[in-house]
């Protein structure tokens, strides 16, 4: 199926690695000009290099910013004025008691999960409505819906998502410009593995038998019973970030494994 991408220009954040990665791989793979986006030089480079040759598709280039700080966000969007697709994916997670979590942990899961977001689809939104065309998704996760104990503060920065994604979606009835929020369910990236044999290492137990304790009591609803693939969500990503998604806009789409206990 041809995607219709070739001619779209895509900035996804947080993409030298793990979901994002696989987004900006994916959206390679099917023609796009690409952004790829790290806070560091040589990761970002990487990646670069990475993708044009996993995909052949030299139109890859890099933003090296911390989406978290204005002046940075400000100087991308100059030297980058002109995007289709914007994919906010940028995130971060961590696991802590509640009693535990400061005032400035949860203004700093807010800088990064949503604010960065907010800046961003406010830099393109209106050209997108200008030219009549454009995509705006937001990475969330299954966690916005079934908070989970072990990290609130993440699970309520991903609920904010959501909202923020359907209150943009108010603002571009009848335009071609869409607005949508993706909730991937437990995904084996960096990140979750580390979380995982940390908490492997501690328990005296297996990695196997830590996965599968996972599935069976943090996240006992999952139908897969496995982690999911950064690709399997870049699957989905790419797809809604496609002229053939024109319908689907202001939705929260599940690539959950099953985990949300609910069929809407």
């Known amino acids: 199926m041809d995607l219709q991408l070739k001619d779209k220009t895509a900035l996804i954040t947080g993409s030298t690695t793990g979901i994002g990665y696989a987004i900006a791989k994916s959206l390679a793979a099917e023609g796009a000009k690409v952004i790829v986006n790290g ?28 989406f978290t700080d204005i002046k940075q966000v400000n100087a991308v ?10 994919v906010n994916n940028l995130g971060v ?18 800088e990064i999960n949503v604010l960065s977001g907010v800046r961003l689809s406010r830099a393109y939104f209106d050209n997108m409505l200008k030219d009549n065309w454009g995509r705006i998704i937001f990475i969330s996760s299954e966690s916005a819906v079934q908070i989970p ?6 699970g309520v920065s991903k609920t904010a998502q959501i ?13 071609g ?20 044999k940390a908490t492997a290492e501690q328990q005296g137990i297996s990695d196997a038998e830590m996965e599968a304790q996972f599935f069976s009591s ?29 319908a689907t806009n202001g939705a929260a789409i599940r690539a959950d494994g099953g985990v949300i206990k609910s069929a809407f």
């Open 218 to 246: 943090m996240r006992g609803t999952s139908l897969l019973k496995r982690f999911t693939t950064p690709e399997e969500i870049a699957n989905m990503v790419t797809f809604i970030a496609s002229p053939l998604s024109s």
């Open 39 to 66: 806070r560091t030089k040589e990761r970002v480079n990487t990646a670069i290099e990475k993708i044009k040759s996993e995909t052949g598709n030299q139109n890859v280039i890099g933003a090296v910013a911390d």
């Open 177 to 196: 410009v869409t607005v949508n929020t993706v909730l991937p369910g437990p995904t084996s990236t960096e990140a979750i593995s580390k979380f995982l």
């Open 163 to 175: 909202s923020l994604s359907r209150g943009l979606a108010e603002l571009t009835v009848g335009t």
């Open 93 to 110: 997670a961590e696991p802590k008691e509640f009693k535990n979590i400061t005032d400035e942990e949860w203004i700093n899961i807010y």
């Open 149 to 154: 104990a072990e990290m609130i503060q993440y």
């Open 77 to 86: 969007v100059e030297q980058h004025p002109h995007i289709n697709i914007l």
